[in-house]
């Protein structure tokens, strides 16, 4: 093939070697419209010289068409690169009218994003989605080619989808008869008229139909992306990525994609309000300076919302204003149903909120065991007291008054008589009133912030003052929900600095109470024991923001310069009230003072764990098969009171044996599901089949299908507790007994992986079982309740010398940084470099991306790559 100039009528086409179909398929299209095109593949021969004749034919050209796509916006460099940079510069010859340039996108790729000369973006673009070309493309670039300036005095080139239509323009015709002349005219105007009709559709329809492929292409090939990687990435959806899929949806509303990443998107919200008819909007929580979107007017069911934790409103005319913080449950997707009693305005005390009768499952450390609690609906101050409110009772003769003194003081179990107790209740200068005052008042401007430097004394002479309560630790811990501290804590006055004004932080409850974590410290009602002790909850600004997690007791004298207090409004005073006043008993255990047991008691202690190697009796009952997994059910010995365990193999679809595996221990919801769902690996743990390893899941005594009367996770001194930590220790080793009778797993190569009560457990087991090579421990930790010393988890940590994995969030409710998380690292027994904690600002869970990617990366240390 000749490699001369082209005629000055040709296009030069110029593409990415990826777009050569696309580039085929429009250059085949102008051709058969008798349009000369010049395209490489073609044109150009072995041996010519490739360079030189590209030049010349940019060069010489009419037209040059570069091709733009994804593959283009993916190479930084590339030869099309040069041509381009070639046509820029043949521009700079040219009058501005002069029509050059024709930029093609074959796919979604948004103009303003392009990586493309600056020159390019003078003239308008055409789409032709895989190079698929119109009939009006060919004829536009024919008109194109025919003439020599640009058709439009704002662009060099129109897009497709605004072609121009030529207007009527009389032609001189030879002499006719008058009936054939004026027949033939009339059909001459019909046809023209039809012809302009056709173009005008072609004109609408290219408007119509080629943005709407524009979009759907933008939704499959950049929105339905973005999307999965937040789902394969976050733990939860936002309004962003939500904004996204919604979007998506609109163009690909059949999509089998998004339909599968809907769940990890979205949940659904409903609400019923008595009255009907209120206003709900909703907000991503973390984003509170946000706009608000509508929800809908109650009542309403299944409205689409980010899975997300969001902050609500209920609006209604002549109705308090409630504010909500939606719950959101990351590790399953439940609904958020909420049936809300809206109140009149004025009919509740200024600043309180109605509190709905509720459960408490008691999530603050140290007095997890008093929950589950029902506890009756109440109200509660919105706000803690402040100054100003505080200042009204030291007006009105509060500390004078003995009426609001009802409850006998007492200094280290001795009474101390009303006038001896108020003379110590006084500020700075002497005068009745706050440690943190002078001269009878406080600081100017600090009106509005929480009082503080209260004992507890003061705190119910207050409540009582006010007609209202102190409120126990199980009212304080229905509206606390600690096991919201990763959104709470961050939004929350934790300074050191100072109080904040009520209010003035975005800190919000799951039922519209602000400043429940930190700024100032709250008494609650609960005595200590039988000592002269009282419960402050939620953390100080003087405090770490773990303290919010904490159960936390000090002398009711106590007047630190953090201790204020709310006030509640108990709505019934039944029997149920008296019990949630009781004296309560709090967990404590300082793990820098207390010491594990010698060797030679750890020793005795092991041998509990013995057990007769009787055969297996292994049965594979089943077989299961999902897209990524298959899993063999199995059915062992478990070696003790003629029990089987069931172990659920789960093998990669396609692998080379034998296989690593990885042995799991799960978190407590074990306990309190009664059946196991296979698909629970699911986006959980299903990396581990993924990297080409098995997931061995046990169904452990007391889980499950096996559940018996073990109804917690925690640690206690009764002999129930220590069978079966024995029972579970037993049935991992008999885990390992099998698996090593399989072909197909590595019985050299065991790990452990443990998730939540998994974690704690994870400092028991490897200090018996030597066969677990390696340890993940994700958000464990060390629980603050007492064990029997045969199975305390205290005397086994250093007996732990495998290579050992620990990740943990910085807002754990369970297990406290400082308290539980520190000290369980310290005291395990591998040797320093072989043992690793990551801590993450998050609350009971890690980040998915990082526990996959430290989890896979720690056994591949340990144990090797997989085949």
Known sequence: MSTE???????????????????????????????????????LRGGEAWDVSIRGQIKSCKLFMPIISASTQVR??????REWNLAVGRTRD??????????????????????????????QWSRLPGGETPAGFVERVRGLTSSSTSPASDTQVRSVSQPEVTPYTERHEQPQAPAKAERTGRIRILTLTISALLVLLLVVAGLVLIPSWQQKEHARNVLLPQIQDVAATMFRSNREIFDKAVEAERYLP????????????????????????????????????????????????DVRVPRDYLRLEVRKAGYQTIELAAPMFSSRILPIREHLKMDPLGSLPENMVRIPKSTTDMQIVGIEKYGPREVPEFLIDKFEVTNKQFKAFVDAGGYTNAAYWTVPIRDGGKAVSLNAALAKFTDRTGRQGPATWEAGSYPDGADNHPVTGVSWYEAAAYAAFAHEQLPSVFHWAVVADTSRSEFLLPLSNFSRKSTSAIGSLPGLSTFGVYDLAGNAREWTFNQSG??????????????????????FTQPALDRSESNGFRCIKEL???????????????????????KPVNDATFASFSRQFIYDKAPLGATIEKTLESAAWKADVVSIDAGYNNERLVLYVFLPKNYVAPLQPVVFFPGSNGIHESTFDPTFINNRLDFITKSGRALIFPIYKGTYERQDDLKSDLQDMTVRYKDHVIMWVKEFSRTIDYLETRKDIQADKFAYLGWSWGGFIGGIVPAVEKRIRVVVLNVGGMEMEKALPEVDQINYLPRITQPVLMLNGTYDMYFPVESSQKP??????????????????????????????ETLAWLDTYLGPTQ
């Open 530 to 551: 039988d000592s002269d002790q009282r419960f402050v909850l939620g953390g100080g600004w003087t405090d770490p923001s773990y303290a919010f997690n904490d159960s």
């Open 254 to 301: 059949n999509d089998p994609t998004l339909a599968k990443l809907w769940p990890s998107i979205a949940t659904t919200l409903s609400i019923e309000t008595e009255p009907a008819g209120a206003e709900v909007l909703w907000k991503d929580y973390n984003t509170p300076a946000a706009d608000w979107r509508r929800a809908g007017i109650t009542p309403f069911k």
């Open 5 to 43: 100039p082209l005629s000055s009528k040709a296009i030069f086409i110029s593409y990415a070697s990826q777009d050569a179909e696309a580039a085929r398929r429009i250059a085949n299209a102008l051709r058969q419209g008798g349009i000369e095109v010049w395209f490489d593949q073609s044109e």
């Open 76 to 81: 930084e460099e590339g030869y099309f690169r």
């Open 824 to 853: 369980m690292f310290r005291l395990l027994g591998t040797p320093q470099a072989q043992k690793k904690m990551l801590v993450y600002s998050s609350g009971h869970l890690v980040p998915p991306t990082e526990f996959i990617k």
């Open 572 to 594: 019934a005073e039944d029997s149920s009230s008296t019990a949630l006043r009781q004296s309560l008993s709090m967990d404590s255990r300082d793990y820098s003072k207390e």
């Open 94 to 123: 040219m009058a501005d009218d002069a029509a050059f340039l024709l930029p093609v996108v074959i796919d979604a790729t948004p103009e303003p994003h392009a990586r493309v000369p600056e020159k390019f973006r003078e003239v």
